[in-house]
């Protein structure tokens, strides 16, 4: 009886061909992580929900998936509490423990219960799947993976330096040119300040991030609904308009809003990585993009954020400096900054580009042909020889049709197949087909390993 | 103020020592994995509940976590239900979705789903993490990964061979000395025929696969206790005790189950398999094992047990073949085989016999210190240099004492650490100090580059 089967929506199985492009893109971040001297740490997918709840806001802690407690969940459940609808109530009676829903706050958590097992500054990366019950659409998933990078413990502006060359290093390996846009939280607070409205900047920096998208005449509208003066946008507006190379920008805004404390320390922090940068070999397009905002307000200092030339498609990494990160739980003064690269949109822009290399198939190398019980011992022998000096291959395990074999070496992508027939081991020279070209030679199993071996 | 923090009991967060030999593990059982033509699949965390419940006996159901339904998950339950605490029945109404809770149940309902799209026979391997609210204990964790690999669409005896083949080459390269233990369901129901209560053979085999851990008395006990009779245990004895090499313990097996149907096609199938392998270069002890049934219900023809010897601890990998595991799910004729590697006891076994290698660690290979905003121009130049060489080099980002960015080499454990000083950017040649042994040299960066790709 045929029943339905399916997995839950907004979720997905990966087969062998996208688990190994995925492998590819996660190898090569991976490379790029410990070139830089950062070390891989994991943590459990479920965290207590004390850990994550009020983390996100209101509507992070809806999207975060509760995990029912074991046994009688129900025992401190009293039927009056139904009637009552108390949902979030009854919440904490049943449910102790949710997935995560990215990998920073379970990374504070780790940091402050291990701090005294670690040396800091603390290098870490991190690559695993994370869940929020968003509404499923195309490119956003209910399960995806982030790779997140972030040192831990260290004020210094050479941290954000560093992350610009790597999320350069990254891309230029991936092929996916990219523009790096970078920001300061400072510098949000400075244009906040010289309008006298420091206590607006949430609804002032929500606004202006929003300039992409929706254009400068509606960011004005919605500063004026949000209670924002006429006066205050003819002031803003050629701080959120300035144009120029990223030295015009920075000597511009210095004029514009150098004069608040918060503007002037954003202005200099800025032109310090600038300067940095200026000296060192980066591919990418850097730009000082003084509207961004990436709308987290945990974000105190740098805010950076990547884009994919070429395609349309969102931001595929972003990040910032946090200084009060763990203080949420009981660690004050770690200073920490990181970005996390997108690898579910990354993969789309690779697809999309068509910028997987072809060979970043790890299929079996060569196919044994199975002729039957009389040649198979005479091919497990073969098959050991073979995969013992290092190549990939397999012995097909059924004596089904030729042709039913051979199209199973065509499906698998496998380049190579070996008749091990009656006559050939008699010979001791097999007959080799190449499957992309059809041809055929005899060849002898020191021949093909030779072959495949100075082939690769 | 500070919050009591935590993590789930039974979970585990995994500190960047932990994640590297984690990821040599891994990394070695791949590579086998891909070596003999096996392809990456990956599913889900998180199964609809009807895909679950009910794979894994009613003691498997209560095993599962259960994932809160989002939104207004109590719209339909009614506070009747809470007085009657009908448990089940609420759980249904609240919860839709469970985290996986093992690799074997959702692979055959990706094998189902995506028939049409997958070539047979199909070899996959899934690394992944699976959860149980089990009672945690030592060695035992709510949250653990399996190590998969079954191929499934082919009922050729091959696949039993290989996947010996593949067990063993996985601990020759992991250092482990193991024992192959091979039984074959159907010796298992010869037996309980040959006594005539093939009905009975759950209660026999469970009682006679404890051999090992309580020994015969008890073991003939247990099976009083089930019902069998005294005269069925005379006949079973010389069966239990079975002595000798494999090839007598199968002529035995032959003359005392040989003339049930399925006893004599047990005896056949695990002949061919031990005559295949006796050709082979096998290094692992391999021992046919009469008692041996793993307690699953669905293994319907090999049955295979690996233990570690010189260490006390259970089996480090099992598994067997399985002819109706797709028809849970709707398909049938599909048979599959595979083992499942235990990761997490195979890192125990691995710390135990303090069979890591050295060299598994990937840290920075050369820490720069920092002296200062004089000094980090030039640094950075350096470390760019050496990176680009592809050599895993780091800049201590803060300008600290010099004491405290030595400890910090010492804790990350890199070797060595180039002091990049004013003199030393005068003269282009760096005092380079060797963390083992103290020793200091002087050294230009083309020698230490040269010096650092000559010792890999």
């Given at each position: 009886m045929a029943q339905i089967i399916g997995i839950p929506k907004g979720t997905r199985?990966?087969?062998?061909?996208?688990?190994?492009?995925?492998?590819?893109?996660?190898?090569?971040?991976?490379?790029?992580?410990?070139q830089y001297g950062y070390l891989p740490i994991e943590t459990p997918a479920m965290e207590?929900?004390?850990?994550?709840?009020?983390?996100?806001?209101?509507?992070?802690?809806?999207?975060?998936?509760?995990?029912?407690?074991?046994?009688?969940?129900?025992?401190?459940?009293?039927?009056?509490?139904?009637?009552?609808?108390?949902?979030?109530?009854?919440?904490?009676q049943i449910s102790e423990k949710g997935l995560r829903y990215d990998l920073t706050v379970p990374f504070a958590r780790f940091v402050v219960q291990h701090r005294n097992d670690l040396s800091f500054p603390f290098k870490r990366y991190q690559i695993q799947p994370v869940w929020r019950a968003d509404k499923p659409q195309k490119g956003r998933y209910r399960e995806f993976f982030q790779c997140d990078v972030d040192v831990i413990g260290s004020h210094s502006l050479l941290n954000e330096v560093e992350l610009v060359r790597m999320i350069d290093d990254v891309f230029k390996q991936l092929n996916i040119e990219i523009v790096i846009k970078l920001n300061n939280r400072k510098i949000l607070s400075g244009i906040a300040q010289t309008i006298d409205k420091p206590e607006?900047?949430?609804?002032?920096?929500?606004?202006?991030?929003?300039?992409?998208?929706?254009?400068?005449?509606k960011v004005y509208e919605e500063l004026l609904q949000k209670g924002f003066s006429k006066e205050n946008i003819d002031y803003l507006?050629?701080?959120?308009?300035?144009?120029?190379d990223n030295g015009q920008k920075l000597e511009a805004l210095q004029g514009l809003i150098g004069h608040t404390t918060e503007g002037s320390l954003g202005v200099t922090e800025l032109k310090t990585v600038f300067q940095h940068l200026s000296t060192l070999n980066i591919k990418a397009k850097i730009e000082l993009d003084q509207s961004l905002a990436r709308g987290l307000n945990y974000y105190t200092g740098a805010i950076i954020e990547v884009k994919a030339l070429n395609v349309l498609i969102g931001s595929i990494c972003g990040g910032g400096r946090y200084d009060d990160l763990t203080s949420i739980f009981g660690l004050d003064g770690m200073s920490g900054v990181g970005v996390?690269?997108?690898?579910?949109?990354?993969?789309?822009?690779?697809?999309?580009?068509?910028?997987?290399?072809?060979?970043?198939?790890?299929t079996t190398q060569v196919l044994l042909v199975n002729f039957g019980e009389e040649e198979v011992g005479h091919s497990l022998?073969?098959?050991?020889?073979?995969?013992?000096?290092?190549?990939?291959?397999?012995?097909?395990?059924?004596?089904?049709?030729?042709?039913?074999?051979?199209?199973?070496?065509?499906?698998?992508?496998?380049?190579?197949v070996l008749l091990v027939g009656e006559e050939e081991i008699k010979s001791g020279s097999y007959n080799l087909k190449h499957m992309k070209t059809g041809l055929q030679e005899n060849i002898t199993i020191e021949q093909l390993i030779k072959m495949i071996n100075i082939s690769l």
């Open positions: 199985d990966f087969n062998p061909d996208q688990m190994i492009k995925r492998n590819f893109l996660f190898d090569t971040i991976k490379t790029v992580f410990q207590n929900l004390s850990t994550l709840m009020g983390k996100y806001g209101e509507e992070g802690d809806k999207l975060l998936f509760k995990v029912l407690n074991s046994g009688n969940y129900l025992s401190r459940v009293k039927p009056e509490m139904i009637q009552e609808e108390s949902l979030g109530k009854i919440t904490t607006m900047i949430t609804d002032l920096t929500t606004a202006i991030d929003k300039l992409d998208k929706i254009g400068l005449e507006a050629p701080i959120i308009q300035l144009q120029g996390s690269f997108g690898a579910d949109r990354i993969y789309d822009v690779m697809e999309e580009l068509e910028l997987f290399p072809e060979n970043v198939h790890h022998l073969l098959l050991e020889k073979i995969q013992q000096s290092g190549i990939r291959a397999e012995l097909y395990p059924d004596s089904d049709k030729l042709k039913k074999q051979m199209k199973y070496a065509d499906q698998k992508g496998i380049p190579l």
